[in-house]
Nanobody, 126 residues
Framework: AQLLVESGGGSVPAGGSLTLSCAAT????????MGWFRQAPGKEREGVAA???????TYADSVKGRFIISQDKAKNTVYLRMTSLIPDDTALYFC????????????????????WGQGTQVTVSS
């Protein structure tokens, strides 16, 4: 089974930066897609960014130009570099993944993702 473990969350002032990591174990397919999602209290879980084995990426409009998703295949780790953080970025951030090819723009909806991490908290103060 796929196991995803997030790390790197914390509390920062507005304008600050954080880098989240998602370490993946148990995968057996060279084709995959992985995403970062977030959920603030009282709100639905929303997609932030996604990446696939071919390094294709996609971003939510709310984070374009501020967040960068990347991966280190040798370490089986996906990163989310977050800069120019604002209080609205405050949420529990989740890593998600599934195996296989995804045709078309990478999904930022929760449905296509089978495996989920436990989340890491990001708090941005004003």
């Amino acid at each position: 089974a796929q196991l995803l473990v997030e790390s790197g969350g914390g509390s920062v002032p507005a304008g600050g930066s954080l880098t989240l990591s998602c370490a993946a174990t148990g995968g057996t397919d060279s084709n995959y897609f992985m995403g970062w999602f977030r959920q603030a209290p009282g709100k639905e879980r929303e997609g932030v960014a996604a990446i696939d084995a071919g390094d294709r990426t996609t971003y939510a409009d709310s984070v374009k130009g501020r967040f960068i998703i990347s991966q280190d295949k040798a370490k089986n780790t996906v990163y989310l570099r977050m800069t120019s953080l604002i209080p609205d970025d405050t949420a529990l951030y989740f890593c998600a993944a599934d195996w296989g090819l995804w045709f078309g723009p990478l999904p930022l909806q929760t449905g296509p993702y089978k495996y989920w991490g436990q989340g890491t908290q990001v708090t941005v103060s004003s």
